[in-house]
Every structure is written in C-alpha cells, then in structure tokens.
C-alpha cells in the first residue's frame, strides 16, 4: 500500500487548494471548483475564500459569478449546511447530500408543526405551504419578509407559549423555504444586501438556472461528490468522508467503490483514500502564507486534522460546535488568527513562533487582504477564543 506523509499532504493543500501564490487561480468557478464546494454559511466566507486563493478578482467578480452568470450557486447540502456549488454539481447534491437533509427536515417541520396547533396534519400543512409559496415565486423573486407578507401560510410562528426564557416564536418561513431550497425546488437568488450580508432574494430554480438538470440518483449522487471531494482533499479517511458529507457508513463506502478509489497508509496509522493515480508525491513547493476566513473549506474538509492543527491549538481556534474562526496558515499548517481593526485593518494573532521568514509572509498576507478589503469590516457570528482575546483593547 502507498504512503503519503503528512508533509505531502500539507503540500496538496498548498497546491490543490490554490492557496500557495504559485497556484493561485484567476476566475471563481476555478476556485470553487478546485475546493469542490465554498461554505456560504456567513456570506463573507465566499468572497475571502476566493480572495485568499485568486489574483486580480474583486467582490464584484464574486457577485457577478454567483448572481450574473451564475457559474456556482448556493445550495444547501451536506450536514444542513449552505454551500456555494459549481453548477455542475448541483443534480449531485440534489440526488444525495441535499435529499437525505430534505427527508429529515420535512420529518421535523411536520412534528413541529402538529405539536404546536399550526396544523393537525403536519405533512399536508407543509405540501400546502410549499405550493403557495412556489405559485408566489412564479410571479417573480421575493425575500423572506415579502414572501411572509404575501403568503399567508408563511406568515405564522411555533412556540413562544410558556415563560421559558428559550420558548420564543419561531417564523415557520424559514423551514419552508430551506425544505424547497434542499429538494431544488427554489434557489437563493440576487442577495439583497452588502456582500459581506446574507439577505437573499429567493427564486424559482428554472427562473434562475434556466436549464434545470435532472438530479441524479443517490448512489451516482454520492459518488460525484466523493470523487470531487478526494480530488480536493484526497487523501482523507472513511471516517473524514463521512463526516463531511453527513451520511453514513453504508454510502461512503459504496462511494468509493464506485469511483474506484485507492487506499494508502497515512502517516498516523490510519487508512485514507485516493483517487486512482493519485498516491505520487507533489512536487517540491514554496513555503507559503494564507489567511483564511471563517468556516473555510479547507479548515472544515477534514475530521481528523492534526497533521495541519495542533491539538492544543483547537480550544483556541474553534468553537465547542466545531465551527472554525479565521485562520493563518504558515507552510501547510493553521498557526493562529487574524481579526480587524475598527478601520478596517488586519492584524494578525499567533499562537507560535513561525521564524522571521514567516511573520514576513503573514504579514504580506495581511497587507494584501487588508487592501482587497478595502476598508470594509467583517463581523463573524463564529468568532473563535482567540479572535475575541485579539479584539480587546
């Protein structure tokens, strides 16, 4: 069986994730395409992912690929979680990742539903709500706070009966439409805000797609994503995969046998996975310096990650969800934070000493990030410890 080390996998990240400056990309369906897929779960994320791996784009190009040519869409998927996709990904999701989210989700909002009065029959209530929303969507895009205004089945709330501190009402619009945007029935459009603010306007998929591809069954699904997924972060265990995707066992391994993958004995004892070919050594890289936002893809791709984040350092860079704050990398490895300065400003916290040649190319980064920021400030709903220490006077 092959051996791939941990140093060379450090280097794929460098190379495969477009983030050492020798292999940045230019457009941003070749960095989307190049990650598999780019967290949207705060908006920013999106645009600083494709910051920190291009050259010569701008907030505009991001905006113009997402809502003008719409070369990537965002689509939500694996673990309940929105992603921005290449097109082209899309009936993969659909047919696997996204569908297994929608059974669920629909499961949860009718027991809600029921449980709270709304309605007696809580899968009825929610087909019902579903096709008025979608007849309001035919007449053109419309936000959450239209689509609560002008269909009246979205206009209600749960909970909020009791004096509980957490019992408050909950708007049902947001179930409804996140169950019509997992079956690909509906897409979030044009955003309705600033870039850095997640405000879509929501749209009927063949109003936005135009061309609307048959999603593929499970299985084909699964597959498609596994094998864009190992030629990212390839190699990576079951374990990793699974994780990733939110499925199970049974799929991932019927995935990679699908897709023919290979195993190689990784350097902490465990077996990963590769696509075929794929066990040869990178090539030599330049050390290299990366800043990367919250929930970064390349951050959140792996389970197991030690061989990139020390195991002391997670306390301080994740919360206790396991969601990721903002990331300095140095030659392969995550070695702190980077937060703003009222102005704008980045500034770098460190949690170790990276030598004189990388707290120069750090703060090259945080120079360059600094300018394709252009004065705008950032706020993170996933702040790590060690964001929040960085940001005290």
């Known amino acids: 069986?092959?051996?791939?080390?941990?140093?060379?996998?450090?280097?794929?990240?460098?190379?495969?994730?477009?983030?050492?400056?020798?292999?940045?990309?230019?457009?941003?369906?070749?960095?989307?395409?190049?990650?598999?897929v780019l967290h949207a779960t705060e908006a920013a994320t999106v645009h600083l992912a494709v910051a920190a791996r291009s050259e010569g784009l701008t907030p505009a190009h991001v905006d113009a690929a997402l809502y003008d040519d719409r070369e990537v869409v965002k689509q939500l998927a694996m673990r309940r979680t929105l992603f921005v996709f290449p097109r082209e990904l899309l009936p993969a999701a659909w047919g696997s990742a996204?569908?297994?989210?929608?059974?669920?989700?629909?499961?949860?909002?009718?027991?809600a539903v029921a449980a709270a009065g709304v309605a007696e029959d809580g899968d009825a209530w929610l087909e019902a709500a579903r096709a008025a929303t979608l007849a309001r969507l035919a007449v053109g895009p419309a936000t959450t706070t239209q689509l609560r205004a002008d269909v009246p089945e979205l206009a209600g709330t749960t909970g909020g009966t009791s004096d509980k501190v957490y019992d408050r009402p909950t708007p049902v619009a947001p179930w409804v439409l996140t169950h019509l945007g997992l079956t690909g029935a509906a897409l979030r459009g044009r955003n309705a805000g600033h870039w850095r603010l997640n405000k879509p306007s929501w749209t009927l998929t063949h109003d936005w797609l135009d061309e609307v591809p048959v999603a593929l069954d499970e299985a084909e699904g699964y597959a498609d994503l596994v094998r864009a997924w190992l030629g990212t972060f390839g190699p990576g265990t079951a374990d990793?995969?699974?994780?990733?995707?939110?499925?199970?066992?049974?799929?991932?391994?019927?995935?990679?046998?699908?897709?023919?993958?290979?195993?190689?004995?990784?350097?902490?004892?465990?077996?990963?996975?590769?696509?075929?070919?794929?066990?040869?050594?990178?090539?030599?890289?330049?050390?290299?310096?990366?800043?990367?936002?919250?929930?970064?893809?390349?951050?959140?791709?792996?389970?197991?990650?030690?061989?990139?984040?020390?195991?002391?350092?997670?306390?301080?860079?994740?919360?206790?969800?396991?969601?990721?704050?903002?990331?300095?990398?140095?030659?392969?490895?995550?070695?702190?934070?980077?937060?703003?300065?009222?102005?704008?400003?980045?500034?770098?916290?460190?949690?170790?000493?990276?030598?004189?040649?990388?707290?120069?190319?750090?703060?090259?980064?945080?120079?360059?990030?600094?300018?394709?920021?252009?004065?705008?400030?950032?706020?993170?709903?996933?702040?790590?410890?060690?964001?929040?220490q960085a940001k005290l006077p």
Request: glycine share 10%; aromatic share 6%; charged share 25%.
């Open 240 to 388: 990793d995969i699974q994780w990733w995707l939110g499925s199970t066992k049974t799929a991932v391994a019927r995935a990679l046998a699908d897709v023919g993958a290979e195993e190689v004995a990784l350097e902490d004892g465990t077996t990963g996975w590769v696509l075929a070919g794929d066990a040869e050594d990178t090539a030599p890289l330049e050390p290299w310096a990366a800043l990367l936002p919250t929930l970064d893809p390349t951050v959140m791709g792996w389970k197991a990650r030690a061989f990139y984040l020390r195991p002391d350092h997670v306390a301080h860079l994740f919360d206790t969800n396991g969601n990721a704050g903002t990331t300095a990398w140095w030659d392969g490895r995550i070695v702190g934070c980077w937060v703003q300065d009222p102005d704008g400003g980045v500034r770098l916290s460190l949690l170790e000493d990276v030598g004189a040649e990388g707290r120069a190319a750090l703060d090259r980064e945080a120079e360059r990030l600094t300018a394709w920021l252009g004065g705008t400030v950032i706020g993170n709903v996933y702040a790590s410890r060690l964001m929040k």
């Open 1 to 36: 069986m092959p051996h791939l080390s941990d140093a060379e996998r450090r280097r794929r990240i460098g190379v495969r994730h477009a983030l050492a400056p020798s292999h940045r990309l230019g457009d941003v369906a070749a960095v989307t395409r190049a990650m598999t």
């Open 98 to 111: 996204s569908a297994r989210v929608a059974t669920a989700e629909g499961r949860r909002i009718a027991k």
